[in-house]
T-cell receptor, first 113, second 112 residues
């Protein structure tokens, strides 16, 4: 069965420190991978995606993600966290057929000043 | 402004009373989808539509109906709502499937 796992419910990091939000996936074929962010009382906003090519993908607000095929992971990273990065982050994958989207349970990021 | 709109934003209703949540996009997107968000479960796909008159079930379609008669609109229908359908609902659209999705602001539904 196709799935997405975000193993951490919550990540805490101090402002200015690097952050990582983890995501692993299970899907047959070549995955299309996405990260979205949800701020309080808002809809989801797109951060970045991996379709093919360079394993390091750069996205909005200074975020980047690294695709690792052998570990089936797509971890979200940022070199220096900001308090304003505090939000709920979702990893998602399009299934092999391309029509369904599977989301992880989400990881809440807290950045402390 | 390119956007996905949903109405209503908040709705409190009673068990069994039919309701419709509307969704509209102004980006000429082919693909549209409905999700529900529940704590600890993330977003789960209810239904999706690849184009006008083409819809299919997601992972949690029970108790819901959809239609896609026009490209821009994709309403979600709950013909007999039950308390387990209390949730936060999001509509989303993308140019094609497997592409970046643009989300509406959400509809918070409470079924008593």
């Amino acid at each position: 069965a196709q799935s997405v796992a975000q193993p951490e419910d919550q990540v805490n990091v101090a402002e200015g420190n690097p952050l990582t939000v983890k995501c692993t996936y299970s899907v047959s074929g070549n995955p299309y991978l996405f990260w979205y962010v949800q701020y309080p009382n808002r809809g989801l906003q797109f951060l970045l995606k991996y379709i093919t090519g360079d394993n390091l993908v750069k996205g909005s607000y200074g975020f980047e993600a690294e695709f690792n095929k052998s570990q089936t992971s797509f971890h979200l990273k940022k070199p220096s966290a900001l308090v304003s990065d505090s939000a709920l982050y979702f990893c998602a994958v399009s299934d092999t057929g391309g029509f369904k989207t599977i989301f992880g349970a989400g990881t809440r990021l807290f950045v402390k000043a | 402004e390119a956007q996905v709109t949903q109405n209503p934003r908040y709705l409190i209703t009673v068990t069994g009373k039919k309701l419709t949540v509307t969704c509209s996009q102004n980006m000429n997107h082919e693909y549209m989808s409905w999700y529900r968000q529940d704590p600890g479960l993330g977003l789960r796909q209810i239904y999706y539509s690849m184009n006008v008159e083409v819809t299919d079930k997601g992972d949690v379609p029970e108790g819901y109906k959809v239609s896609r008669k026009e490209k821009r609109n994709f309403p979600l229908i709950l013909e007999s709502p039950s308390p387990n359908q209390t949730s936060l609902y999001f509509c989303a659209s993308s140019l094609i499937s497997r592409d970046t999705q643009y989300f509406g602001p959400g509809t918070r539904l409470t079924v008593l």
